[in-house]
């Protein structure tokens, strides 16, 4: 283990270390464009130099391991000199058009001009057209002019996506991006370049123009994409309402866990938070009469929920109410889900798993083929009933009379296809569907009642591998909606049973009190780079 | 030259003695002895880089030829394969035997076609005759050589470039470390020399190491191709022992100044070297006398310039050369050597102002040792050293949109 002194402060760091590493250890920025944790050493920005006692010339600190007793100054004069050099180097050629560029405000460029740059313009020449806002894909425009050639796109298609769609070509000063020869970026990866472009270069053409970025808030979360569970942060735009049209989350961006997605997440999961500002938003309690669907307020729509459920099982028993929970809620919302209807109200038919017609397919990287968040989570807590098997009760037509089915969150009608979701629906008299969006399930209820998607909720994802992760609240409620966890405390109120939940929190120590597996877990201990279920009760489902 | 004109005048017999007489290590310390430094331009010891080839390990070791010259001013590898291909077939295989290679790449530049067909004929002739191939003179000792050509990218004589460029990639040098002695072509050990150098290695062998060393001053063994250009009366590539003076070089070998006209500048050692004034030419020409006067030897390639060169004019004319040959790797360089190239066009032009002179040496102040290979470095030092040197024609062009040079040639 060499010990290594920069700027003064020693650190002790593991054999192989870089320069760039220790210094992060430190806390010392060290600056960079080309260099990035999740890729080859490229070398070549050549914005990382620091001066090693006994080295004549300037290093660049990510490809210089650290040794036993080495000295290195990343505050000197002649580093800052060079720094400053190639930030100039860098920024000649620049078309300077910050006020147009989706990038400012987290710009490589503008950030460290003002941190080891701050010098006045010696550039008397005309500067190098190139290329400008070329779509290249799908999700991704391409501006040559505002490229620093860190080649990190280049490398992420080499290394992480496989994918080889863009190169760098020419040399010298006409160096530049372009694709290669009959290629369009269309990858499941493709967003990845723009979040780790720099600068201005590569932009999301689902960002583009939308929002200043200095306006949008970030909040921690997990994406609800597939049973993966990567980390991300969802970036909302909360106080410049004008701007793109409502569009309340402006961009998912990837959050960094080394268990998880490391650095990266897939298109599917990044472009995939539409539904959440989408016309189709319910947005309060809707009751079915002749066909036509009236607003109605939280306290008649519970009233009327719990009455139906009351008349059903006094009329026909408990087994004559179907309860089809969702792998897309939160544990919290399940927990709450099995507490109310399983334990209080005594209901055994509560499932979770519709039968796909057409299964999703996973990418053999994160994108996996179970596209629901909360699916581990759902099996251990849902699990311990008496064995109810909604396939099964799919698959043959029931001969014991069925009153009310209560769908959380599922379109079946996507999921069974038309006649079947028709066909199964239709065996039940009163039909309640809790949802975040207007659906073709949603439409055959005779109760709507409307729910907070999972970026205006806080509460826990298990991924596929056990490991449970934070969800944070973006974004307010749309509406009149709620956070399941509270609809469903609404209800149990409202049928007489009062929980007392203040939060989602407390519902989850709660959980895990009552669940074996989500034994010893806390929002504490969950921290924001998630935690294991209990290994010991692990139930392979 | 015939293989059989070759062995009349002593050829092969280096190779014979090596290949049955003496151990790969007692080769490798003879070529230590004999003072030999790399010919390509950076002068390293040969010896002391072949002993960095690890003699153990299940990769094989290659032997790369370095035949890309491309810097200007600079013909001396195409001499020798015009010359005496055999002499380098011979001291490919003696290098190639001393770091235990079984494997050797030619690397030729795409432009020289000609030589390139001369490389393929001799190396065919050397295999016919048993000097390549499988147990070569009944040694046990095997030879593979292959010629590769270029496609006509000076980075690509960057040792690093070349291997890129030999694995069918783009030819940009590689970030160090690792060195190619460790990890070179396709990630095995790699030695990668100079056409001259490895020639210089079969009179080492023949002779002895202490022979060649007293042939030059201390630390610069032997001889060196020495190619003259630019306005002498007799311009050409001259052997010629190191440590000889340039002054000599450019009177008595190259025949004076073309025309008698009165010598102005000197390049010493290929385009990319600090100039030198007609007063620096009492310089002993080996790499350390060089070095001590604040220029190089570099690659040999002596540019005579008479008092009727215009310096700005030269200077933009190498600059050009660099920003077209620049890899675009790194930042410095690439911005770099276009930013100079574009300033001197307009010092040229007489559009430029006092301030443009000192951006200039600041410009290649930034681009000095902080890139990965030393084209950056190449493109800057002929900047500072011509306007240092020659500053007064500069601010002649920045201050009366003229030049004073050419205008008194038409005169």
């Known amino acids: 283990m060499p010990t290594v002194t920069i700027n003064q402060i020693s650190l002790t760091v593991p054999d192989g270390t870089t320069i760039i590493q220790a210094a992060e250890q430190l806390n010392i920025e060290i600056p960079r464009y080309c260099y990035h944790p999740g890729l080859s050493i490229a070398g070549s920005c050549r914005m990382c130099l620091v001066e090693i006692e006994k080295m004549p010339k300037l290093q660049p600190a990510c490809n210089t391991r650290v040794t036993d007793g080495m000295v290195v100054t990343s505050n000197s004069p002649k580093v800052k000199e060079a720094v400053s050099g190639v930030l100039e180097f860098l920024l000649i050629n620049h078309p300077l058009d910050c006020p147009v560029c989706d990038q400012a405000g987290e710009c490589y460029l503008q950030d460290y001009y003002m941190k080891f740059g701050l010098y006045d313009s010696r550039m008397n020449e005309n500067k190098i057209k190139r290329h400008k806002a070329e779509a290249i894909g799908p999700h991704v425009i391409l501006d040559t002019e505002r490229c620093v050639l860190c080649s990190r796109c280049v490398r992420f298609v080499r290394e992480v996506s496989h994918s080889n769609e863009i190169g760098i070509f020419n040399r010298g000063g006409q160096s530049e991006i372009r694709l290669l020869p009959d290629q369009v970026l269309d990858n499941n990866y493709s967003g990845n370049v723009v979040d780790i472009c720099p600068v201005g270069a590569l932009t999301d053409r689902d960002f583009r123009f939308q929002c200043r970025v200095w306006y949008l808030s970030k909040a921690n979360s997990v994406c609800n994409g597939c049973s993966r569970g990567c980390n991300i942060t969802v970036e909302a735009n909360r106080q410049r309402p004008h701007h793109g049209e409502g569009r309340r989350v402006m961009r998912l961006k990837p959050r960094f866990n080394k268990d998880v997605n490391q650095w990266w997440i897939c298109d599917v999961g990044r472009y995939g938070y539409k539904f959440i500002d989408d016309p189709s938003r319910l947005t309060q309690p809707l009751e079915k009469k002749n066909g036509e669907f009236e607003a109605l307020d939280w306290k008649t729509a519970a009233q009327r929920a719990v009455d139906q459920i009351q008349a059903a099982k006094q009329s026909a028993g408990a087994n004559s109410i179907v309860i089809i929970a969702s792998p897309q809620l939160t544990n919290e919302d399940l927990f709450i889900t099995r507490k109310f209807f399983g334990m209080d109200l005594g209901i055994e038919q509560i499932d979770f798993r519709v039968p796909e017609v057409v299964p999703s397919e996973g990418d053999g990287f994160l994108l996996r083929a179970d596209r629901n968040p909360n699916t581990r989570g759902a099996e251990a807590i849902l699990s311990d009933g008496d064995g109810f098997s909604l396939p099964r009760m799919i698959e043959s037509s029931s001969k014991q009379p069925l009153k009310l089915l209560y769908i959380c969150e599922q379109d079946l009608t996507v999921k069974l296809g038309d006649d079947r979701s028709r066909q199964f629906v239709g065996q039940f008299e009163y039909v309640i569907y809790q949802g975040s969006n207007e659906n073709e399930t949603s439409r055959m209820a005779n109760l709507v009642l409307p729910t907070a998607t999972y970026a205006e909720v806080t509460g826990t994802f298990t991924n596929f591998e056990g490991r449970v992760q934070r969800v944070n609240a973006g974004i307010e409620p749309l509406g009149d909606s709620m956070p399941v966890w509270q609809i469903v405390c609404k209800l149990a109120k409202t049928a007489g049973f009062d929980y007392g939940y203040e939060s989602a929190e407390e519902v989850f120590a709660d959980l895990a009190e009552t669940v074996t597996e989500f034994e010893g877990l806390s929002y504490e201990r969950i921290g924001d780079q998630g935690a294991k279920l209990a290994e010991s009760a692990h139930v392979q489902a | ?411």
Not at chain 2, 137 to 162: F, M, P
Not at chain 2, 247 to 263: F, H, P, Q, W
């Open chain 2, 1 to 411: 030259m015939t293989v059989e004109e070759y062995r009349q005048t002593g050829g092969y017999e280096a190779l014979k003695k090596v290949l049955f007489e003496m151990k790969p290590d007692q080769v490798i310390e003879e070529v230590k002895k004999s003072g030999l430094r790399g010919r390509g331009g950076a002068g390293f010891p040969t010896g002391m880089k072949w002993s960095f080839i690890p003699k153990t390990g299940d990769k094989p070791r290659y032997m790369v030829v370095n035949s890309d010259e491309s810097e200007p001013g600079t013909c001396k590898d195409r001499v020798i394969i015009e010359k005496t291909p055999f002499l380098l077939m011979e001291g490919i295989a003696i290098s190639s035997y001393a770091i235990g290679s079984s494997t050797c790449y030619l690397y030729i530049r795409g432009e020289y076609y000609d030589q390139a067909m001369i490389l393929k004929k001799a190396i065919e002739d050397a295999y016919k005759h048993g000097y390549l191939g499988k147990n070569i003179l009944g040694s046990g000792y095997n030879l593979d050589v292959y010629l590769h050509r270029g496609a006509g990218a000076y980075i690509c004589g960057e040792e690093t470039g070349l291997l890129e460029s030999l694995e069918g990639k783009k030819g940009w040098p590689r970030l160090k470390p690792p060195f190619p002695a460790t990890s070179g072509l396709y990630g095995c050990p790699t030695c990668v020399n100079n056409v001259e150098t490895l020639t210089a290695v079969v009179p080492i062998l023949q002779k002895g190491g202490d022979w060649y060393a007293s042939l030059g001053t201390p630390k610069n063994g032997g001889t060196r191709l020495f190619c003259v250009s630019g306005h002498v009366k007799k311009p050409g590539t001259y052997e010629l022992p190191m440590g000889i003076p340039l002054r000599s070089i450019i009177y008595d070998y190259a025949g004076g100044i073309k025309d008698d006209r009165k010598l102005k500048a000197v390049i010493p050692g290929g385009s990319s070297v600090p100039i030198l004034t007609a007063n620096e030419i009492d310089v002993k020409m080996d790499f350390d006398s060089v070095a001590a006067i604040g220029s190089l030897l570099g690659s040999g390639g002596v540019v005579v310039m008479n008092e009727d060169t215009c310096m700005v004019k030269a200077l933009l004319r190498i600059s050009k050369f660099y920003a077209h040959e620049s890899c675009g790797q790194c930042t410095p360089c690439r911005e770099g050597t276009t930013w100079l190239k574009k300033t001197l066009q307009r010092v040229y032009d007489g559009d430029a102002r006092q301030e443009d002179l000192d951006h200039l040496l600041g410009i290649a102040f930034n681009m000095m040792g902080t890139t990965i290979c030393a084209l950056s470095d190449a493109a800057a030092m002929p900047v500072r050293s011509y306007i240092q040197k020659f500053r007064h024609e500069f601010e002649y062009h920045v201050q009366h949109k003229c030049c004073d040079v050419e205008a008194a040639v038409r005169v």
